[in-house]
């Protein structure tokens, strides 16, 4: 696909969990060239660098006008980059979608909200001829799939990353790891199942909180097996959603049903010890988290990866060795330390199988 140039909003939100959706496609995206982020509470810094200590060429700046420049003459996209709670559009941001269809672009939003559907939005974009393209808006139920037990005519190894927390890392941390196969040599796939993978260009794609119950593990093992006739990759990555024990999202019961992984990757933050927006609730023992993946999938979770949010990079090594030590597993920092180690895991299972026809 040829990248959209591109506007991502994130207004008082670049410092915090609810800004994900931005920071995601500060950080990878091929859907879009993002050009610049709204934020005028750290306008004047570089994206790359106010994420993750590197330049990414974005620039941060006060309003959309600024960020306007930026853009071509006309047309191009305006992307909502917020995760608030409930999934709804602060009024700040709906002033700013306004402003975007007055000057011309599509605006895509990944919100429960939909805009397409919105009294003032949806013939104010009818006016100026752009589109509004809702992200999580349910797909006919005539679309949806129900699960046919399947999954095993798959031969790609199947690895799924699952997360101790909501907004841990899972998505960065598949894209991260597709990315480190694909630059040693083999074919894989990342399977996005929130919006954000989607915006950033996830080429086989579900939004799983758009679905109706019955449908959650039939799209779950289309996606897969579509992946797999369509691309033949040596390997699926399949991003995780919420985290199993977490009481507002829970989530990866059904990923681990319908996907059957070779593999489980269980992220975690060190540095966080309440559930992310939950501060009178306490993160589970990782102990009980593992012990809960194992006994629903019938598989051991192969390896730990580390989000290092909030550590230093001496901390964040303490923090591995701790859990390796501790959980008798491999504990990765992909950001710092890269994929390798969980690539040999990969590899291993590779060697067990037949050749891919």
Known sequence: MTPIP???YCATCMDSTRGKTAHGLIRFTERF?????????????DAGSFLDGSPAGIPIV????????????SGGAFVVGLATDGGVLPDHARSAVREAIEDGMDVYCGLHVFLSE???????????GVQLVDVRKPPPRSELHFYEGRIDEVKAVRVLVLGTDSASGKRTTA???????RGKGYTAEMIGTGQTAWLQGARF??????????????????????????????????????????PAYPGGLELVAAVRPDLILLQDVPARKTFDGFPD????????????LELLSDRR???????????????????????????????????REGAGRIIDLIASHLRTRSPIA
């Open 205 to 246: 794609s579900i939004r799983l909180d758009t679905l109706v119950n019955d449908f959650v593990a039939g799209e779950i093992e289309h996606v897969v097996r579509t992946a797999w006739k369509e691309a033949r990759p040596d390997v699926v990555v399949v991003e995780g959603q919420g985290a199993l024990l977490h």
């Open 118 to 128: 919105d009294p003032v939005f949806a013939p104010l974009a009818a006016r100026h």
């Open 281 to 292: 609730l306490p993160m589970p023992p990782m102990q009980r988290q593992i012990d809960a």
């Open 175 to 181: 894209w991260v790891l597709r990315n480190a196969l």
């Open 301 to 335: 979770v192969s390896a730990l990866t580390i989000n290092p949010k909030g550590l230093s990079e001496a901390e964040a090594l303490r923090a591995c060795a701790r859990y390796e030590s501790q959980f008798g597993r491999p504990a990765v920092d992909v950001f």
């Open 62 to 73: 006060a309003s959309l006008a600024d960020a306007r420049e930026r853009m071509p003459s």
């Open 33 to 45: 060239d993002v050009r610049a982020v709204v934020d005028p509470v750290y306008a004047g810094q």
């Open 6 to 8: 591109a506007i991502v």
